[in-house]
């Protein structure tokens, strides 16, 4: 029998309830998260994109998605209009937005050089996050800057001459997490059953013979052997094999059942796509009818395109601004950028259902849409601010 002291028991419950609530208070707080290391394996997710023609078409696809259709700004300033559209094509910047969502998608942070001035790094000039480490204040430890180590070559750049651009940062962390990091897993068993697989196929897939020579219980003559084993491999033997002896032939190979490992596939493939927020009607035409790959496109292009043009929302203005200030551009207010332009076509049906919109009026001939909201709708379809003149109450 066991004898319990309830009030001892009671206690060490009290503390041990206590260390976990204290615990679970630090993580919620996100104190456990905090930290300036990189834990990822960088390396691992570049092999991944480079090796993995799931990971490398999804990843291009969502990046190429990015600025498909161009990518121009809204300024109420036509002037200032026009000079960060023309910054858009002279510095390739849907170029360089495809090319920084693909760093994101693979490391989960991306790196720009802002500073013109910076002799080590080009304008502009992305840097791999694999050679980046914080740079701390060796007098408050806070963090200042980023120190790139590749080889023998060795830099720090500023917090301000260097854009920064983090994806599904945790709280109190500062990187970002690759979409990768939770496929690692899986993407590794990918490798692995891919290797085994090119070998079962490269081996087995077409069935090996066991030539048996002689009666059973005697011994047949190596050169005897040696002299049947070349006439097998002889491309110019196309004819059945005659002997004397009796002859058994056995067959050695998997009978295809080592190779059904299309279920498993399929598993992992589909867990690729969840993972990175990819419709899979995209490429897995099987079972998949045309009304469910149109919701699944129209869902990745407002969500997963949608909210990666809002990541991206700040840090193309300030790529602007450090255009703006290399080329001397004066502003008093940076341009908002506008994702995707709209095709001519597009362009004319929306200008003429405005038009019939704003001519819609009631039974005594006032409009039904007055000027503030008229504007607003002209903003929000065109991405153009309307100077409206009145000459009479009603009239536009």
Known sequence: ???????????????????????ASKMGKGKKLKSSDVTADFDKFENFFYKDSHVFGIITCIADSMSESGLSFIHPDRDALDQANNMVSEYEMDTLVSELTVANMVFGNSFTVLDPAESEFDFLEQLSPKYITVQKNSDTGRHDGWKYTEGDFDSTLTIEQTLHIPVNRLAGSTWGTSPLQPLTRILDLKGNIEVNLDHLVTRYLVPRYVYLLGR???SVPQEVI??????????????????ENN??????????????VGYILDYIHQSVYSGLAFPDSFHVAAGSTES???IQAEIFSKKRIGGLHKVYTNPIKQILAAIFDKEGIKYDKIPEPKWGQLSQVSLESRVEYLSKLAGIVDNEGNRVIQIPELRKFVQNELGIEMDVHVDKPGGV
């Open 292 to 294: 469910t790959a149109k």
């Open 216 to 218: 059973q219980g005697t």
């Open 1 to 23: 029998m066991f004898s319990i002291n309830p009030l001892r028991f009671f206690k060490i419950t009290q503390s041990i309830v206590a260390e976990a609530y204290r615990g």
């Open 226 to 243: 040696d002299e049947f084993a070349k006439s097998l491999a002889d491309p110019e033997a196309a004819q059945d094999q005659v002997f």
């Open 247 to 260: 002859l058994e032939i056995m067959t050695m190979g998997t009978q295809y059942k080592a190779l059904h």
